[in-house]
């Protein structure tokens, strides 16, 4: 699951949100044309892909790849006035804190700029890959991969879900639309060229 699952989730979901969203899609353009002109994106690009890495981590805000985490108590607690006994289960929704109007402004709106400039939400209101000692330990390596993978298929393809699509977000092993995400993909001209 790791690594290729959570990825391709968090394309599909951009893609979804950039047919919404047509600035952010030129801001992508505008931004590969000023970094890696008349050619792919590198790796060694990504540093410099701000404003993909904004709307991957935009579309991770939105659509969590893991939207429940499960977590074992190791002793009892109290959350809020929750009595909670040694060994319970307790699920953590990003699903839900990712979209709490009392910590996001606009919570269900797809704004990349939240992240833009290098801005860093606090990891306890902001977490896809989970937080503290059982974050992912492949977090870089993917949102590396989620923003290369953007660029380079931005470049090259104009997506766009079918007319009228409004994707209906299911929760398997990775939050996914229900049904996939019916798209067609067009050759952009400068990628012909």
Not at 2 to 11: N, P
Not at 82 to 103: C, E, F, S
Not at 163 to 186: F, K, M, N, Q, S
Request: net charge neutral; charged share 20%.
């Amino acid at each position: 699951m790791a690594g290729h699952e959570t990825t391709a989730t968090t394309l599909t979901w951009a893609f979804y949100c950039l047919a919404n969203a047509p600035w952010a899609e030129a801001g992508i353009l505008e931004e590969l044309d000023r970094v890696c002109p008349g050619r792919s994106p590198t790796i060694e690009d990504v540093d410099q892909l701000d404003w993909c890495r904004a709307v991957v981590l935009e579309t991770l805000r939105l659509y969590p790849p893991v939207p429940l985490l499960p977590r074992q108590a190791r002793e009892a607690d109290m959350i809020g006035d929750i009595p909670v006994k040694k060994g319970d289960l307790v699920m953590i929704a990003p699903w839900l804190m990712h979209r709490a109007t009392d910590l996001w402004d606009k919570p269900t709106h797809f704004m990349p700029e939240r992240f833009a400039d290098g801005v860093k939400a606090n990891p306890f209101v902001f977490f896809p890959f989970a937080v503290g000692p059982r974050i992912c330990p492949g977090m870089n390596f993917g949102q590396s991969e989620a923003v290369l993978c953007l660029a380079i298929l931005v470049q090259k393809f104009k997506v766009r879900p079918r007319a009228g699509y409004v994707a209906e977000p299911v929760c398997r092993l990775t939050l996914r639309p229900d049904g996939g995400l019916p798209v067609t993909a067009e050759l952009r001209q400068k990628a012909a060229a």
